[in-house]
């Protein structure tokens, strides 16, 4: 379970004479296996939001627990554990050019100390779940962005993260790549599987899963939570 | 707890290497002169030192006899007198035979010399050599015994080298201190190129350091490459260090080796009675620099 319980985040400014609230006072609580759709425009506070939840930053005040791990308290030699808990889908993929897809996800085991025996066995099932293993010997420049996407994915996904966050998964595909992928995004948190967040601004893309749950923000605050269809068409 | 192959980290950390290119070619380099003008200067202070140590034995007085021969009932009873004095550990009887010897073995590359002089026109007397032990009050004490007409009527001169010793002990002492501060800057100078060259390598793959860090990576799994690049800099910086040390030594030792050391004024330890010192030296200051270079760098740069 996820929750943040009266969550603020400031910056200082570069002349540390002002401050920015990125986030403020936010109380959300999100279930195990749940799919939501995180939105907003630019600078809503939701990559700041997932900054907190991969424990690169530390909320400023509020509390916030994940999996039973207390952000704000969380040990130094903690934070390696709980984020391996995590799978993070970028929006520009951050794949590596100089690994082929294969290299690409099995790095992702070989940071968790994971055996040649074990990386051998999983990845090609990854790679075969997200239908690229034609792909798993081509270098990510080789590949179409949905390719290159599904790799990071399988990235994500390899080590059987309880959270995978997607940040502006589709932002760099065209209209049918992006069905395709936020599709498969959906179908990864399909009956409670593990909880899936998708931080997206495409309101129109996200139209189409009406039974998901959305979570609007504004300006560092929550303006709109619901599973409701009736509120989403509000949004 | 997680289980790494070192196979693996090894092959991330040369692959970095590698990959660093120029920077790290730049950092060899800069290692490598840094070691080796710590060499050369290591080394010319050892044969200085060698050199100050071996003008004279410092804790002894030569005295020299009033004749040319002594009688000869007197030979053990001066030996007797001299041997019972307190400090006194040893005494050396050189004839003056023994002491044209010694000056044409020392003179050897200069025979004219000393060709003119025999048995009959010997221009050297008699000395008793004399080691002592003490502090220099000791030393002094003794001395004011020696010069005593009274007490040694045989002796026509009495020569100490105190002042000499204490002024070589100042001056040792004095090189010490400027070699200490010599290579105090030169670590500070290299621990400060490892720790660039470090947050260079770190800067230019912060990206993939970032990626690790979201997949749970530890801070000892990313700093481990750049560790083991360091010191590896430092390994491949040393032994080039050492091989351009010996030949430089060699070539200097061979160039005053047929200048003044032939003459021997002054002694010039040869290279193969050096090299081990050399080797471990080169190899702890370049381990300990890029250890701590490179340890400082990622502390502050590398954030879990």
Do not use: A, L
């Given at each position: 379970m996820i929750e943040f319980k009266h969550v603020t985040k400031t910056y200082r400014s570069s002349t540390r004479e002002t401050t920015v609230t990125a986030l403020n006072d936010i109380n959300l609580t999100i279930e195990d296996g749940e799919v939501v759709f995180l939105v907003g425009s630019n600078g809503a506070g939701k990559s700041t939001l997932m900054r907190l939840l991969t424990r690169m930053e530390v909320p400023t005040s509020g509390s916030l627990i994940v999996n039973n791990y207390d952000l704000r308290k969380i040990k130094k030699r903690k934070i390696p554990e709980y984020r391996s808990q995590i799978g993070m889908d970028f929006q520009d993929f951050k794949l590596f050019s100089k690994y082929t897809v294969y290299e690409n996800v099995a790095f992702a085991m070989r940071v968790l100390g994971k055996s040649s025996k074990s990386i051998k066995t999983t990845v090609p099932l990854v790679l075969s779940m997200l239908d690229i293993s034609a792909r798993a010997n081509h270098f990510p420049l080789e590949i179409s962005g949905g390719e290159q996407q599904r790799t990071a994915l399988a990235r994500a996904l390899v080590n059987n993260p309880k959270i995978l966050i997607a940040d502006e998964p589709t932002a760099n595909l065209s209209p049918a790549m992006s069905r395709e992928v936020m599709d498969l995004l959906v179908s990864l948190g399909e009956n409670g599987r593990r909880t899936v967040l998708i931080i997206t601004h495409d309101v129109e893309l996200i139209s189409n899963y009406k039974h998901k749950r959305i979570v609007k923000f504004e300006r560092g605050k929550i303006v709109y939570d619901s599973k409701n269809d009736e509120v989403r068409n509000d949004a | 707890m997680r289980k790494y192959s070192l196979s693996y980290l090894m092959s991330r950390s040369f692959k970095g290497f590698s990959r660093n290119g120029l920077m790290s070619i730049a950092s060899i380099l800069i290692l490598t002169s840094c070691l080796l003008v710590s060499g050369s200067f290591g080394l010319i202070i050892y044969n200085l030192y060698v050199n100050l140590n071996s003008l004279n034995e410092l804790n002894e007085i030569v005295c020299m006899c009033n004749y040319e021969k002594l009688p000869d009932e007197q030979y053990d009873d001066l030996y007797n007198r001299l041997t019972a004095l307190p400090n006194v550990t040893k005494v050396d009887f050189t004839s003056r035979e023994q002491a044209l010897v010694n000056m044409r073995e020392k003179y050897a590359q200069h025979p004219q010399v000393l060709d003119r002089f025999n048995e009959e026109n010997n221009p050297f007397f008699e000395i008793y050599t004399i080691s002592y032990t003490g502090s220099d009050q000791d030393a002094v004490n003794l001395l004011f015994t020696l010069r005593n007409k009274n007490e040694f009527?045989?002796?026509?001169t009495v020569e100490d080298k105190l002042e000499t010793a204490n002024t070589l002990e100042q001056l040792k002492n004095t090189i010490l201190w400027i070699f200490g501060a010599f290579m105090f800057i030169l670590v500070f100078i290299s621990v400060i190129i490892i720790m660039n060259t470090v947050r260079m390598a770190i800067s230019s793959r912060s990206e993939e350091i970032e990626i690790m860090r979201y997949i749970g990576a530890t801070g000892w799994f990313i700093s481990f490459p750049f560790m083991i690049e360091s010191l590896f800099t430092g390994l491949v910086s040393a032994v080039i260090a050492f091989v351009l040390q010996f030949l430089t030594y060699n070539y200097m030792f061979n160039m005053l080796s047929s200048g003044a050391a032939s003459s021997g004024i002054i002694t010039i330890v040869p290279f193969s009675e050096l090299w081990p010192y050399v080797v471990i030296g080169f190899l702890a200051l370049s381990f300990l620099t890029c250890y701590i270079g490179s340890k400082i760098s990622l502390s502050k740069h590398i954030k879990v």
């Open positions: - | 009527p045989e002796f026509r």
